[in-house]
């Protein structure tokens, strides 16, 4: 079976990693810019970053054999540093467009201040004038009320339920965020978030139309074989294989295909000339293969 | 009259560009793009950013395939271009550099500054392989030079490989290390426009030594290295070709034969004595340089 995982935090990921991810089957990530774990100081910190979102990881990942794709934004925690985040808006248009960029994202709340607003605002206006879709971060705390408030902004702004993932779902939030015709993701992700048991009950009880499963995998103590494993237990407790399918593969090809960025035939048919010259390029791997001899960890999260 | 030039003003690089993409890319791509060109030229930055990055994707990404006739016109607007691996995305990524306002220099280098920083990899190639073509090219020196330090091979290539401005526009040091890291990160030699023109006794020291380092590890040497070094064999290197010689490979030997044949002393031809039949084949120019090359990297 294939996966992709649509939110995972490469950068912060070892070769290791992506060694295991492409033993389990995950043949597509989208990483989304996102923050570092401590605030950046200077726009320039934002731009390298966005930089090796579209450039170097791409390469990197490609040399596992795993297609990497981002979205480029500015996170909502550092919104905050106002000066900071006008500099920061005032460069996506050197990001954007770029042709792995499959989203706006992930933006929207963490404490919802005056500044988050205007920065996700922004952000929506510069999706809709590119039509690519939007994936939004629901907020840790205050967490109903937040995705509540984004989807309403998103609604002012015209655009269209269809074109945007709702990431970080709980037991709480994804009944509305379904009903107003979102994309529903769900965080596999030890502690807080989403874990994979929950995460089979909420398959078994929403269905799996609209809904997304990924790992985040970042700097934290996190997964990234989370949607593998979710996968494995769904189909374990008798979820059809369809329905695990389209959780954790076809929903993200849909919500993000519909960037023309994100296509199955990417990671199906590779670009000959373009692969192998990834691989002779490789500057990851120093004269080394991939060792695909790795074994795969089978403990889940609970 | 059927086949009148109504354009009677000389070819250039973007006027070549813009009608191999008639071709190349549909109606819908051929408008999007002079819409953009229009916005670029009366100073629209966000245009220029946006539409950089657009471009592949409005026109297309399939190879140019340009004829023979083609790509010899194209040599004719501008000695040395080569753009017989470029696709229509680049091609169009190139007309819009092309249309950035270049009258004033300052302006215009913070524009394709900002293109160089922000480029991902395949932009970056676009941007590398257009060097030859760019205006105020005095400027443009140190970010291809620096484009050398990537580790990524294709990256590399697109600054090293049928791209005639680094012959043109590096000093000898950034000359000689380009073919230095060409041959300790696989990169082939003999696509590099003007690479018989640039010896220099110089690069041949580094590359004796090299050599004579590998040899003594045991390791391989790479066999177009000694086409940089043949004109400057000194007692070293000689020492270490005739071993070669004797114990190489046959693609070895061959590289050997025909460093020798290059460096015309009487030493040099008198251990080319000891393979009269390789001595001959060069001769009748069977062995060359490019052949050598691409049985090296054959694989």
């Known amino acids: ?302 | 009259m059927l086949f009148e030039n109504r354009d009677s003003t000389p070819p250039t690089p973007a006027k070549l560009l813009r009608g191999w993409l008639e071709t190349a890319t549909d109606d819908e791509g051929l408008t999007w793009l002079d819409d953009r060109i229009a916005k670029v030229e009366s100073g629209d930055a966000a245009a220029l950013y946006l539409g950089f990055g657009l471009a592949p994707r409005k026109v297309g990404k399939q190879p140019l395939e340009l004829s023979t006739l083609q790509l010899d016109l194209a040599k004719e607007v501008r000695s040395g271009w080569d753009p017989s691996t470029w696709n229509v995305g680049q091609a169009a990524r190139t007309l819009l550099l092309l249309s950035i306002p270049s009258e004033d220099p300052g302006p215009y280098f913070e524009h394709l500054e900002k293109l160089f920083n922000a480029a991902e990899l395949q932009e970056s190639v676009a941007l590398f392989q257009a060097l030859p073509v760019l205006p105020h090219p005095e400027l443009l020196v140190d970010r291809a030079v620096d484009g050398l330090r990537t580790n990524v091979l294709f990256i590399f290539s697109a600054i090293a490989h049928r791209n005639p401005f680094p012959e043109e526009y590096f000093s000898e040091a950034a000359w000689n290390q380009m073919v230095l890291k060409a041959l300790f990160i696989g990169a082939e030699l003999d696509p590099m426009v003007g690479i018989d023109r640039r010896v220099n006794p110089a690069l041949a020291e580094m590359l004796i030594d090299y050599a004579h380092e590998r040899r003594a590890a045991k390791r391989p040497i790479p066999v177009e290295l000694w086409r940089m070094v043949g004109p400057f064999a000194d007692e070293t290197a000689l020492e270490d070709m005739t071993a070669i010689l004797a114990e190489g490979t046959e693609l070895e030997q061959q590289a050997i034969a025909l460093a020798l044949a290059a460096s015309a002393t009487d030493d040099a031809d008198e251990i080319l004595r000891s393979k009269p039949q390789l001595a001959a084949q060069i001769e009748q120019g069977a062995i060359t340089w490019s052949g050598i090359c691409d049985a090296a990297y054959a694989n």
């Not at chain 1, 467009?97 to 201040?113: H, L, P, Q, R, S």
Request: aromatic content about 8%; charged content about 25%; overall charge negative.
């Open chain 1, 1 to 302: 079976m294939r996966y992709i995982d649509p939110h995972i935090h490469c950068s912060s990921r070892s070769t290791d990693d992506y060694e295991r991810m492409a033993e389990a089957g995950i043949v597509a990530v989208i990483e989304p810019a996102f923050w570092l774990g401590q605030p950046r100081t200077t726009a320039g910190a934002f731009h390298d970053y966005f930089s090796s979102l579209v450039g170097f990881e791409r390469f990197r990942a490609g040399q596992f054999g795993i297609k990497h794709y981002c979205t480029i934004g500015l996170n909502a925690k550092e919104a905050n540093n106002e000066r900071l985040a006008e500099e920061v808006l005032d460069m996506l248009p050197l990001f954007l467009a770029k042709d792995n960029v499959v989203a706006v994202g992930e933006i929207g709340f963490d404490d919802m201040t005056p500044a988050e607003e205007r920065a996700l605002r922004v952000q929506l206006d510069l999706a809709k004038e590119l039509e690519l879709p939007v994936m939004i971060h629901t907020p840790h705390r205050n967490k109903k009320r937040g995705t509540y408030r984004s989807m309403d902004i998103i609604e002012e702004h015209g655009v269209p339920p269809h074109m945007v993932v709702i990431d970080h779902n709980n037991e709480e939030t994804c009944k509305e965020v379904l009903d107003r015709g979102y994309w529903a993701a769900f965080t596999i992700y030890p502690k807080t978030k989403m874990g994979n048991q929950r995460m089979v009950e909420i398959v078994k009880q929403y269905g799996s139309d609209r809904v997304i499963i990924d790992s985040s995998a970042d700097w934290g103590i996190s997964d990234p074989l989370a949607v593998t494993k979710t996968g494995n237990l769904m189909l374990g407790q008798g979820i059809a294989e369809e329905d695990v399918q389209l959780t954790c593969y076809k929903n993200a090809i849909s919500a993000y295909n519909q960037s023309g960025q994100f296509n199955e035939t990417d990671w199906l048919n590779p670009e000959p000339v373009d692969e192998s010259k990834l691989f002779e390029g490789n500057s990851v791997l120093r004269g080394q293969r991939p060792d695909s001899s790795t074994p795969q960890e089978d403990g889940i999260i609970t």
